[in-house]
């Protein structure tokens, strides 16, 4: 059983719950060691317009999602899933996510400057919403980095919306107000109420990978095949919230796009930005940067090799 097979190893289950109070401990000194010792580090992973998504000739970079990882003292580097979980109960979220927001904001500072003015988007804790925290980082990180504020793009959930809707709202509104831009990401998979999407400032609806894996090539309307398969597995969902974003006039973004089909198919459908392994995985900052500023050729040989397959 699970028991037996995690003896003797740590293996950080996605859900905190599922992890014991000592490795709890231990990942808790491991963050608490990270912020210390300055090893946070962000990645960069590119989203493209769609229009200029095609096979071997990504250069229609329009943004970057930063994602945040642990880089031990070995240079490992520890993906988020084995600690965030365990920095939001915590609390180390707070620091640690006030951290990536000054970061990002000063390497697209950097890429501004440089002559690329993307938007940056930035993942953001509900913890950051306790007590105002999020106003106070976001100025803090803005004025740090003198970065234009529509070029940053904050990333929530839809479980911020769960409980005090009403003080959410208010910090929302607050944050537009200096400028920056709101992402509901992984949407779909929480709480959905259309009700919000009117009442917010929100400017794009991430589509969650799980949807988009379940996009394929169009299968014929009454098809055998068709009648086989879920809804899901026809991404029906995928579609609909790339309809859904048009209709409240937001910015549609499909991540987790790993093949050439999910990619026509969402092209076909009127998705606007694309984000995933097919574009490219999640870079550390200096080969993003190569990647933004076209000195990608061993990028562009991964692509090749994808839509070869097809
Ligand atoms: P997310 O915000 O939904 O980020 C997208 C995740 O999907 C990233 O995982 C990314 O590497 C992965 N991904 C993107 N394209 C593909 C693809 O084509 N295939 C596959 N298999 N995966 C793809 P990552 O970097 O491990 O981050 C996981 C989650 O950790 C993020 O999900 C986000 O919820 C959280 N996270 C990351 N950085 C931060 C941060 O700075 N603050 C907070 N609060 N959360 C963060
Ligand atoms: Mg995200
Ligand atoms: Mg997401
Ligand atoms: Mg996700």
Request: aromatic share 8%; glycine share 6%; with cysteine.
């Amino acid at each position: 059983d699970a028991k037996e097979q995690g003896r003797g190893q740590y293996r950080f289950a996605s859900g905190a719950s599922g992890i014991s109070s000592r490795q709890r401990i231990e990942v808790e000194t491991t963050i608490r060691k990270a912020i210390d010792e300055n090893r946070l580090v962000l990645y960069y992973q590119p989203q493209v317009s769609s229009g200029s998504a095609e096979a071997g000739k990504f250069n229609g970079i329009i943004g970057a999602e930063a994602l945040i990882r642990i880089k031990t003292v070995n240079d490992e580097i520890i993906p988020p899933s084995q600690f965030i979980d365990v920095a939001e109960e915590t609390g180390l979220i707070i620091p640690l996510g006030g951290w990536a927001l000054i970061q990002a904001c000063k390497d697209a500072k950097e890429w501004k400057q440089a002559g690329k003015p993307i938007q940056v988007s930035v993942n953001v804790s509900q913890r950051q919403f306790e007590r105002g925290h999020i106003i106070k980082q976001t100025e803090e990180a803005l004025r740090v980095s003198d970065l234009d504020p529509q070029l940053l793009k904050l990333e929530v959930t839809e479980s911020l919306f769960i409980r005090d809707a009403q003080r959410v709202s208010d910090i929302m509104n607050d944050l537009k107000k200096l400028g920056v831009c709101f992402a509901i990401d992984d949407f779909g998979t929480g709480y959905s109420s259309l009700r919000y999407l009117d009442a917010l400032p929100i400017d794009s609806l991430k589509i969650d990978k799980s949807f988009v894996d379940h996009l394929q090539n169009d299968v014929p309307p009454f098809s055998a095949d068709r009648l086989d398969k879920s809804i899901q597995q026809n991404g029906t969902i995928a579609l609909a919230v790339v309809s859904m974003a048009r209709s409240f006039g937001l910015v549609s973004v499909a991540e987790g796009v790993e093949t050439i089909e999910q990619l026509e198919a969402l092209k076909r459908r009127g998705c606007d930005v694309i984000q995933g392994y097919l574009i490219s995985k999640p870079l550390p900052s200096d080969l993003f940067r190569d990647f933004l500023f076209h000195e990608y050729k061993q990028f562009q040989t991964d692509v090749i090799e994808h839509s070869e397959k097809d």
